[in-house]
């Protein structure tokens, strides 16, 4: 019955846990698109209306992808060996993702100048992609619900698969597979050959010898 349970719990996890990955892969390939249309927008603008500072927007965009990629791919290994170790670990760096994001979530509502504590923007891009969610609100307002109880759910489901304990079937196939070697206790001896009782195959000597003299 605890295996069943822990199946079913693994599964679960890496299904939920998917849902961070694909946030995480949308927004990699945004952030690569935006490169690609700042480098593009740089090389037909002249160099005296050029403006060298970095890009932070796309940085970020880029670096958040990758975490929530890194983050996936530790579920999913986690999920699938169910050491207390990972699972931990797992749900560590979910519950200090969900806080951030509390925060962050918190700060916009409360304060009304949150962009003035941003540095500038020299692609524009944060200006369009601000825009853009303002304009679609309420389909980004049910995505951020959506990841937020995805993540929470996660969460529940490592601690449930940490409490039911790693799984110990792969160990019983690697016995079944490759017996160990075991020496008995008692009675470590070496067995002796047994006698045999019967009529020597070649004469004794003194046999040869009497035929002989015959």
């Known amino acids: 019955m605890a295996g069943i349970a822990r199946t079913c719990l693994q599964s679960i996890l890496k299904f939920v846990n998917s849902t961070l990955g694909l946030v995480g892969i949308a927004m990699v390939l945004y952030g690569l698109w935006m490169s690609r249309v700042w480098q593009r927008d740089m090389q037909d603008s ?12 796309i940085y970020t ?28 670990c797992y749900m560590e ?11 962050l979530a918190a700060d916009i509502l ?30 980004f307002k049910w995505i951020g619900m959506f990841i937020i109880l995805a993540q929470g ?21 690697i016995y079944d597979e490759h017996p160990p070697a075991r020496l008995p206790l008692i009675n470590h001896h070496l067995q002796q ?22």
């Open 110 to 139: 409360l304060n009304s100048d949150w962009e003035k504590d941003l540095p500038e923007d020299p692609t524009g891009r944060f200006h369009d992609f601000r825009e853009f969610v303002e304009s679609n609100f309420d389909f």
């Open 61 to 88: 965009f880029l670096s958040i992808g990758v975490t929530l990629c890194l983050i996936t791919c530790l579920g999913h290994i986690s999920a699938d060996c169910s050491n207390g170790f990972f699972l931990s």
């Open 153 to 173: 759910f996660s969460m529940l489901l490592a601690m449930a698969l940490r409490a039911l304990g790693p799984s110990n079937e792969s160990n019983y196939d």
């Open 46 to 57: 002249s160099f005296d209306d050029f403006d060298s500072s970095a890009p932070w927007f």
């Open 193 to 214: 050959p047994p006698y045999v009782v019967g009529e020597p195959r070649f004469p004794m000597k003194n046999d040869a010898w009497n035929v002989r003299i015959h």
């Open 93 to 103: 760096i979910i519950f200090v993702l969900l806080l951030l994001e509390t925060a």
